[in-house]
């Protein structure tokens, strides 16, 4: 079982950067798909974006095309989200999560995902 922890989070001002880490308990890590959701106060949780196992391809929800990026380390067990252009409306807790279907980009079903972090909270405003 991939226990994951995500860390980064805080308060940032719009227009502002920010960058999640989510790090995996073991070397299994570079055998999962890792995504990222996130969940805003009264809303369901959304998805965000998509890394395949080996980092060459990603997928990204519409919302936060162009401004968000994300990139994996497999020797550090480790999956980011640099956020760039900051909205209010991006304020949420942000989840990592496993896809032990690794290859196919365009899973964006939280219920495809195996394990889940405990989530980070992101708030932007001035």
């Known amino acids: 079982q991939v226990q994951l922890v995500e860390s980064g989070g805080g308060l940032v001002q719009p227009g502002g950067s920010l960058r999640l880490s989510c790090a995996a308990s073991?070397?299994?890590?570079?055998?999962?798909?890792m995504g990222w959701f996130r969940q805003a106060p009264g809303k369901q949780r959304e998805f965000v974006g998509r890394?395949?196992?080996?980092?060459?391809?990603?997928y990204y929800a519409d919302s936060v095309k162009g401004r968000f990026t994300i990139s994996r380390d497999n020797a550090k067990n480790t999956v980011y989200l640099h956020m760039d252009s900051l909205k209010p409306e991006d304020t949420a807790v942000y989840y990592c999560?496993?896809?032990?279907?690794?290859?196919?980009?365009?899973?964006?079903?939280?219920?495809?995902?195996?394990?889940w972090g405990q989530g980070t909270q992101v708030t932007v405003s001035s």
């Open positions: 890394i395949t196992w080996g980092g060459s391809y990603t």
């Open positions: 999560a496993a896809d032990s279907v690794a290859s196919d980009v365009r899973r964006t079903t939280e219920t495809l995902y195996d394990y």
């Open positions: 073991d070397g299994t890590f570079r055998n999962y798909a």
